[in-house]
Each structure stands twice: as C-alpha cells, then as structure tokens.
C-alpha cells in the first residue's frame, strides 16, 4: 500500500467514525457521503458478479477502495473541503479526553441552529 493510500483510508477510517459517533441530526453530509461510497463500491461488485467475476471486495480490499473513492471525492470537489475538516476534526477528537465536551458543543451548535429555524 502506497503512503497516498495510506492516508486516503486514514481518511476514509474517520469518516466512518464521525458517521458512528455524530449525535443525531449532525454531520448529515458524513452520512450522504458514505453511503454513496458504499452504493458505488456494491454497484460495481453487482455488476461483477453478473459478468460472472470475483470483485475480490474481502477485508480489508473493500476498505482501500471505498478509501480511494472517497479521496476522489473529495479531490473533485472542492467546495467542501470546510465540511471535510469538520467531518474529520470530530473524528479526531471524539475518541479523545475531550469526548463529552466535544459531542456537547456539537449537540448545542445542532440545536441553536435548529432554533434559528423555527
């Protein structure tokens, strides 16, 4: 595995763990954007499997390409590269000793936001 690649599942790996860990009604685009990774990766074990063809999606392989499509996402696009930092920094810090603070900030910024709404 290359370091690029490294870093991609590095990346990819907190991604997973923001879609884990977000309290409800956070980091929505976390979740948008796993699943449209994991529907590209299932998409194309389909059609793999129709040809009559292994994907070969076992362990860790399905990890390093939902990695790799994850990083080109992000990579095309640009614009969300605040949403990203964001996505990751959460990730970074959930497991840490700052845990209940973070998810209590993130908890009141959902709310407040939500009573700008209203």
């Known amino acids: 595995m290359t370091i690029q ?3 991609a599942v590095a990346r990819y790996q907190k991604l997973l763990r923001c ?3 977000a309290p409800d009604g956070t980091f929505t685009m976390a979740s948008d954007l796993q699943s449209a990774v994991q529907s590209a990766t299932c ?3 389909s059609h793999l499997r129709e040809m ?3 994907a070969g999606f076992h362990g860790d392989a ?3 390409i939902e990695a790799l499509i994850y990083a ?3 990579r095309c696009n640009p614009k969300i590269a605040d949403d990203i930092a964001a996505i990751e920094g959460f990730a970074e810090h959930v497991d840490g000793p700052a ?8 908890i009141r910024d ?3 936001l939500a009573s700008l709404r209203a």
């Open 110 to 112: 959902r709310d407040f």
């Open 19 to 21: 879609v884990e860990e």
């Open 72 to 74: 080109h996402i992000i």
């Open 62 to 64: 399905i990890v390093d």
């Open 5 to 7: 690649n490294r870093e």
């Open 43 to 45: 998409e194309m074990e």
């Open 52 to 54: 009559d063809l292994d």
């Open 99 to 106: 845990r209940d603070r973070v998810k209590a900030g993130i």
